[in-house]
């Protein structure tokens, strides 16, 4: 039977967070609000738009939306200067052997991210081709954890919400997935993403095996 498999990007195919934490540390500087790594866990899977406001409201600061539109152009400038040196080396542990056994298997794969730029790094880092169906942050205006993204991915794959499988880094995408029914794989801290049905620290440790309970149920 096709299974629906569905990835985030950042923090779950490609290595992109340390540039989204390098970017708005260095915005976040620049406004003078204290910007820690454990503050950034709680940007992993929103909006720019979501993650300026707390930004913001940790910072106890007010601008206007000019200004606000401004920060968020400022802040995209310096991580698209990251991605831009972007490479296969990025792509993390696992992922190319997952992605294989999944084609290979004949099984429906799609991207679903709150990232703007999601195509453009899928290009840097030759795994375009390994999506059947793309869900960016272009594509859906509703953030996780409402489950819209993940919705439309299912729907562009033809495949019904509960046969598709969720990897997910962030508490507000495993929030969407499960939302939408689906089956939710978190990828990396336990203690942040305890609501998944499964956690794994990373891809290396999600066997093919694995991977074929679903496919064969």
């Known amino acids: 039977m096709i299974k629906g498999f569905i990835f985030d990007l950042d923090g779950v195919i490609v290595d992109t967070a ?16 204290e910007f820690t790594e454990t503050q950034n866990e709680q ?27 401004k ?15 972007m490479d296969t080396s990025d792509i993390l542990p696992d ?12 099984q429906a794969i799609a991207l679903g991210s709150a990232s703007k730029n999601a195509k453009h790094i899928l290009k840097k880092t030759h795994l375009l081709e390994m999506f059947d169906v793309i869900i960016d942050g272009t594509s859906v205006a509703k953030a996780k954890p409402n489950p819209e993204v993940f919705l439309a991915a299912a729907k562009g794959l ?11 880094d962030a508490e507000s995408g495993i929030e969407a997935a499960n939302a939408a029914k689906m ?3 978190g990828i990396g801290h336990p203690e942040i993403l305890h609501n998944a049905n499964d956690i794994f620290t990373d891809f290396t ?9 679903f496919i064969s149920k």
């Not at 340390?18 to 609000?33: G, P, R």
């Not at 913001?56 to 939306?65: D, F």
């Open 95 to 106: 992922i190319p052997r997952v992605l294989n056994f999944l084609k290979q298997n004949k």
């Open 205 to 213: 440790k999600i066997s093919n095996e694995y991977l074929n309970n």
């Open 183 to 185: 089956t939710s794989i």
């Open 18 to 33: 340390k540039y989204h934490f390098l970017a708005w540390k260095q915005l976040a500087d620049s406004l003078h609000i």
């Open 71 to 85: 920060l968020m152009d400022q802040k995209n400038k310096v991580y698209l200067s990251y991605i831009e040196k």
């Open 43 to 69: 940007l992993k899977g929103i909006s720019r738009e979501k993650s300026l406001e707390k930004i913001l409201n940790w910072g106890n600061t007010q601008v206007s939306t000019a200004e606000f539109n």
């Open 158 to 168: 033809n495949i019904l919400p509960k046969n598709c499988i969720v990897f997910e």
